[in-house]
Nanobody, 117 residues
Framework: QVQLVESGGGLVQPGGSLRLSCVASGVIGRINTVGWYHQAPGKQRELVATITRTGSINYADSVKGRFTISRDNAKNTVYLQMNSLRPEDTAVYYC???????????WGQGTQVTVSS
C-alpha cells in the first residue's frame, strides 16, 4: 500500500504562484513515476506533469514554461511549482504514483487550486 498526501493548494490571483507538495508513505520502493493531474469541474482528469525516480520529466503543453515538477527522494516528496497562474488552471490537483510490480495506481485526496481575482 502507498499513501499520498497533497498540500499547498489555495486561492491565488492570476499571475500568482503556488507550490504543491505530495508526500508518499508506505511501500514506496516500487514507485518509479510520480505525476500531478488536475480535474476542473465537469471535466476529465488530465495529466499536468510527471517525474521519474531518475529525474526524467514530462509536462502537458498547457503548463510548459510555467510549472516545474521536482522530487526529493530523501523526503519522499514531489513538488509542483506553479507560476504565472491563469484562471483556467483552477482545478483540484491530484498526486499519482504507480507500483511497478503490482501495476496498482495510487491517488491522493487532492488539493484545490483556485485562480481568481
Amino acid at each position: 500500500q502507498v499513501q499520498l498526501v497533497e498540500s499547498g493548494g489555495g486561492l491565488v490571483q492570476p499571475g500568482g504562484s503556488l507550490r504543491l507538495s505530495c508526500v508518499a508513505s508506505g511501500v514506496i520502493g516500487r514507485i518509479n513515476t510520480v505525476g500531478w493531474y488536475h480535474q476542473a469541474p465537469g471535466k476529465q482528469r488530465e495529466l499536468v506533469a510527471t517525474i521519474t525516480r531518475t529525474g526524467s520529466i514530462n509536462y502537458a503543453d498547457s503548463v510548459k514554461g510555467r510549472f516545474t515538477i521536482s522530487r526529493d527522494n530523501a523526503k519522499n516528496t514531489v513538488y509542483l511549482q506553479m507560476n504565472s497562474l491563469r484562471p483556467e488552471d483552477t482545478a483540484v490537483y491530484y498526486c499519482n504514483a504507480g507500483d511497478i510490480i503490482t501495476k496498482i495506481n495510487y491517488w491522493g485526496q487532492g488539493t484545490q487550486v483556485t485562480v481568481s481575482s
